[in-house]
């Protein structure tokens, strides 16, 4: 079945560190997109990355980078020099052949002062 | 430009009836895809619209059903609500064929 794991229901990282946020998924289509989505408390996703399949190069926009590992159908979200505005819910998500989205339950991430 | 605009922003029903949401997309997107996200959880799709026809569905009940207006913004209505249906819906909006989804900031509904 198609599916994307997100193992970290909640992380707390210090402001200015460097975050990772894992996630995992599950396809047989050759063909699919892996997105990231911030959801601060007002409800709205907000777009932060997205890598392609066959993307030779890991997606980066600015502090947000895509650890993609094709091999072990990962693709973790780093997000460098975290700032207190970073916290929120973070959802990874993947674009199946039939032009699905399926979203993954979620990381809570707190940045702390 | 404004992006994605829903309405309203919160609603509260009672069990049984029915309930109608907006969704206007961003300028130049013509396809609108609906979410129900349930507290707690990641948004589960519900239904895509193109071409003011449903694209794709979800596992969705039939009592879950959409529109599409020639002007692209779109309508999702749930009928025979349950205490279950209360969630965030969340209307995206894209290009018919590209990767980005741009969403909205959805419609807290609460069925009592």
């Known amino acids: 079945a198609q599916k994307i794991t997100q193992t970290q229901p909640g992380m707390f990282v210090q402001e200015k560190e460097a975050v990772t946020l894992d996630c995992t998924y599950d396809?047989?289509?050759?063909?699919?997109?892996l997105f990231w989505y911030k959801q601060p408390s007002s409800g709205e996703m907000i777009f932060l990355i997205y890598?392609?399949?066959?993307?030779?190069q890991n997606a980066t926009e600015g502090r947000y980078s895509l650890n993609f590992q094709k091999a072990r159908k990962s693709a973790n979200l780093v997000i460098s020099a975290s700032q207190l505005g970073d916290s929120a819910m973070y959802f990874c998500?993947?674009?199946?052949?039939?032009?699905?989205?399926?979203f993954g339950k979620g990381t809570r991430l707190h940045i702390l002062p | 430009d404004a992006g994605v605009t829903q309405s309203p922003t919160h609603l509260i029903k009672t069990r049984g009836q029915q309930v109608t949401l907006r969704c206007s997309p961003k300028?130049?997107?013509?396809?609108v895809s609906w979410y129900q996200q349930a507290l707690g959880q990641g948004p589960q799709f519900i239904f895509q619209?193109?071409?003011?026809?449903?694209?794709q569905r979800g596992n969705f009940p039939d009592r879950f059903s959409g529109h599409q207006f020639p002007n692209y913004s779109s309508e999702l209505n749930v009928n025979a609500l349950l205490l279950g249906d209360s969630a965030l819906y969340l209307c995206?909006?894209?290009?018919?064929?590209?990767?980005?989804?741009?969403f909205g900031s959805g419609t807290r509904l609460t069925v009592v």
């Open positions: 619209y193109y071409e003011e026809e449903e694209r």
């Open positions: 300028s130049g997107h013509d396809t």
């Open positions: 995206a909006s894209s290009p018919l064929g590209t990767s980005g989804r741009l």
């Open positions: 998500a993947m674009r199946k052949g039939d032009d699905k989205i399926i």
């Open positions: 396809t047989s289509d050759p063909s699919y997109g």
């Open positions: 890598q392609g399949s066959y993307d030779q």
